[in-house]
């Protein structure tokens, strides 16, 4: 039997009905749990209501408040429509008795249509990218490369990313990959330009996330995510971000809102 990738892993839920179960195994370096992990987790749990053959389309997901490791959460989600094309589904994901995420995630049964997406320039060629090793608590799933220079422990866009493991052959498991490694680049991406990144530069989190996933995603193959700052105000930064393959092919777009109290 093939082992799991490290995705699936943590992605094996105890299902009772429409409500699921995590473990949050701890983590020893980071303290808070990681937006894209419950991001991610959240959006398994509603496709796996879903009938066989729609495709995640979107999600849009609040923070609501900060989660931590080495405890259980509960996903419940609600059917809220199953249509012949689309299916919507609501999860809140609770932690200790407390909302720690809501989400709205959209299926959609693939079908036939024009084929079409802006070709940019790109921000980062890959062969003048870096090889990256620390980054935040996450190097033994992915690889990344970057601006060289960047001596951040943050993975700073545009960068370079792909899983160590084969992911399985799976569009709601990819998806979920997708959703997680979504959430590594807009919180730095969304600071001022004219602010430089430390680490005690002040307090940072992820208020809302959204996701478009465009085409098919193979979580082993390099890609590209360019993000970029659009606003900055009453201590909140929203950032735009496009994940490509190596192609140039646009693979999924992003959009989020982070808090910096700087």
Request: glycine share 6%; no cysteine; aromatic share 12%.
């Amino acid at each position: 039997m093939t082992a799991q990738s490290w995705i699936a892993r943590l992605l094996t839920f105890e299902r009772d009905g429409d409500t699921f179960r995590i473990y949050e195994p701890k983590r020893s370096a980071v303290a808070r749990l990681y937006g894209g992990l419950i991001a991610a987790q959240a959006l398994a749990a509603a496709g796996a209501t879903v009938e066989p053959g729609k495709l995640p389309q979107s999600l849009h997901a609040y923070f609501v408040r900060g989660g931590r490791y080495d405890a259980e959460v509960h996903f419940q989600v609600e059917r809220t429509r199953d249509g012949r094309s689309f299916d919507t589904r609501r999860v809140t994901a609770i932690q200790n008795g407390a909302v720690i995420l809501e989400m709205i995630a959209s299926f959609h049964l693939p079908e036939p249509g024009a084929d079409w997406y802006p070709e940019l320039p790109t921000k980062l060629e890959f062969d003048s990218a870096a090889p990256k090793e620390a980054m935040l608590d996450f190097g033994e799933w992915f690889e990344l490369r970057t601006v060289p220079g960047d001596e951040t422990e943050f993975a700073v866009p545009p960068f370079w990313i792909r899983s160590r493991e084969q992911i399985e052959d799976d569009p709601l498991i990819r998806a979920a990959t997708l959703a997680f490694m979504s959430d590594l680049g807009p919180v730095p991406a969304a600071l001022p330009p004219h602010v430089e990144l430390r680490r005690d530069l002040g307090f940072a989190a992820s208020l809302d996330h959204a996701i478009w996933f465009h085409r098919p995603f193979q979580p082993e193959h390099w890609h590209r995510y360019e993000v970029r700052s659009v606003n900055h105000n009453d201590s909140r930064g929203l950032s735009v971000g496009s994940l490509y393959a190596a192609d140039g092919t646009l693979i999924a777009s992003t959009t989020q809102e982070a808090l910096w109290r700087l």
